[in-house]
Structures are given as structure tokens and as C-alpha cells.
Nanobody, 118 residues
Framework: QLDLVESGGASVQPGGSLRLSCAVS????????YAWYRQAPGKERELVAS????????NYHDSVKGRFTISRDNRKSTSYLQMNSLKPEDTAMYYC???????????WGRGTQVTVSS
């Protein structure tokens, strides 16, 4: 069974840190790109960060550059999003995506909630 499961979301104060994880099961994700998206209430889903299968290229939304870091561990079929210096505007549901453009396949997780509030 194909599945992506996010974890690590929580409620934190501004300036705090969280580490999100995205665990893949049911398929070999070594050749897939990972991406993290977020969607706040009343807003469209936006791309936060992405990483290629070989981890060479990483891209970030301008609003998180210098604060968030995306990584992956292919041995564990897991992607991570380290989030530091969190701001209230980072509050959203965070989703993980695994995508293989050559195979024209993509999979999504169900999301994990991040709330930044004092």
C-alpha cells in the first residue's frame, strides 16, 4: 500500500523550531523528488521547499529562506523539513509530496498542522 505520512507538527511560540518528517511506504522513493507544501486557512496551497532525488538541488520559498532546511534520507525513505525561527505567518497545514516527473507520478500525504502563536 502506497503511503506518505507526515509527522512533527505542533503548536509552538514565535521563534521556536520544529522538525517535520515525511515517511514513505509502499514504493521506492529514491528516484522521487520530495517537496513540502503548506496551506493556511483561506489561502492557496504554496510550495515551501523541494529537494531533488540526489539532494543536489534544493529550492525554497522566499519567505522561508535562511530559516527552513529540507533534507532526505533515502535509506529511511524519509524527507525532513527543519523549521527554525518560526513566525505566526508560518501557521498552516504542511503537506509532503513525492514526485517522479519521468514516471509522471506523484503522491501526497494527509498533512500535519503547524501553529505558531504566543
Amino acid at each position: 500500500q502506497l503511503d506518505l505520512v507526515e509527522s512533527g507538527g505542533a503548536s509552538v511560540q514565535p521563534g521556536g523550531s520544529l522538525r517535520l518528517s515525511c515517511a514513505v511506504s509502499g514504493f521506492i522513493a529514491d528516484t522521487y523528488e520530495y517537496a513540502w507544501y503548506r496551506q493556511a486557512p483561506g489561502k492557496e496551497r504554496e510550495l515551501v521547499a523541494s529537494i531533488t532525488s540526489n539532494s543536489i538541488t534544493r529550492n525554497y520559498h522566499d519567505s522561508v529562506k535562511g530559516r527552513f532546511t529540507i533534507s532526505r534520507d533515502n535509506r529511511k525513505s524519509t524527507s525532513y523539513l527543519q523549521m527554525n525561527s518560526l513566525k505566526p505567518e508560518d501557521t498552516a497545514m504542511y503537506y509532503c509530496q513525492a514526485r517522479n516527473p519521468l514516471l509522471d507520478r506523484e503522491y501526497w500525504g494527509r498533512g500535519t498542522q503547524v501553529t505558531v502563536s504566543s
